[in-house]
């Protein structure tokens, strides 16, 4: 058992202690006549069920920055509690879970709350599952499976927002990180990455040339006005959003297809041109 998934059933155990005296019944114990009761701790496919605190739900969704026209995905559903809570802020959300017995129970309290005509649930394995179509991704899962989907957070559209509880990204730093103390015992963190669009390359621009590397949110590179090679600092991308210093001059722009358009200390505007692309 590795030290993550050790940290996760000793506080589903605390958990369990005070918030489940009652609850003698297991998947395994259901019956026809007797409603499936879910239980702290019980298998899923790759890590155990926990519910994130609603508190952290909550924080997760505002974190989120939802948008009307926002479609959520929650990666291991659990009882549907994020997909729900987003989608009583009006917007459609769906979870994907591998336990059949709880997507029956979230589609089940969907409908109690009244949200069953903007969500959905679909039992299936995430690493089988397209969910490229969300702009939010919510997940509770561990830090190797985070890690292992990586590659296809990073392939979604540029904006996307990601939120995790509780676990981070490997060496991808979170763009924000929030936390709750509010009736939250344990798993009161979460992390928040924006997809970063692709700037990665040589920049053509009026002036001189723009090289930027890339790793993940992060830019570094030069930028050469002819005469001299400036090192470009501070660089960022949030979404389609890149910031960077260089020559002591702040440079924002906004890509946009194959032109970083924005201006120079907030008043100049500038476009840069990928090199190699027609004007
Ligand atoms: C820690 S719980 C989080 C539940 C919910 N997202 C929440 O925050 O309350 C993880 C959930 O992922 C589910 N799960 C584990 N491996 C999965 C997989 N490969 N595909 C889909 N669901 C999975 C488990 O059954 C469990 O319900």
């Not at 995790?164 to 963190?189: I, Q, R």
Request: some cysteine; glycine content about 8%.
């Amino acid at each position: 058992m590795t030290a993550a998934r050790k940290t996760l059933l000793a506080a589903t155990l605390c958990l369990l202690a005070f918030s489940t005296a009652g609850h003698a019944q297991t998947a395994s114990q259901e019956t026809a006549n007797a409603p499936f009761t879910p239980m702290l701790g019980q298998e899923g496919k790759d890590v155990i069920w926990v519910p994130t605190p609603q508190e952290l739900v909550d924080l997760m969704l505002d974190m989120a920055e939802l948008k009307p026209d926002d479609t959520l995905v929650d990666l291991g559903s659990g009882d549907g509690r994020t997909v729900i809570s987003a989608a009583q802020r009006g917007i459609r959300a769906h979870g994907i879970e591998y336990n059949p017995d709880m997507v029956a129970l979230s589609n089940s309290a969907a409908r109690t709350a009244g949200v069953a005509d903007r969500v959905s649930f679909k039992q299936a394995d995430i690493f089988e599952s397209d969910f490229s179509s969300a702009s939010v991704v919510t997940l509770f899962l561990l830090p190797n499976l985070n890690v292992k989907l990586r590659p296809t957070l990073l392939a979604m559209k540029p904006g996307t927002r990601v939120i995790s509880n509780a676990f981070t990204m490997g060496d991808w730093e979170p763009d924000e990180v929030g936390e709750t103390s509010k009736n939250c015992a344990s798993y009161c963190k979460a992390y928040k990455w924006v997809i970063p669009a692709n700037v990665q390359g040589t920049w053509t621009l009026n002036n001189g040339t723009l090289t930027l590397n890339q790793t993940y949110q992060k830019l570094d590179g030069t930028l050469n006005d002819g005469k001299t090679e400036h090192e470009v600092q501070e660089g960022r991308v949030l979404g389609t959003q890149v910031t960077f210093r260089a020559n002591n001059q702040n440079y924002s722009a906004t890509l946009n297809g194959g032109t970083l358009q924005g201006f120079l200390n907030g008043t100049t505007p500038f476009i840069a041109t990928r090199a190699g692309t027609q004007r």
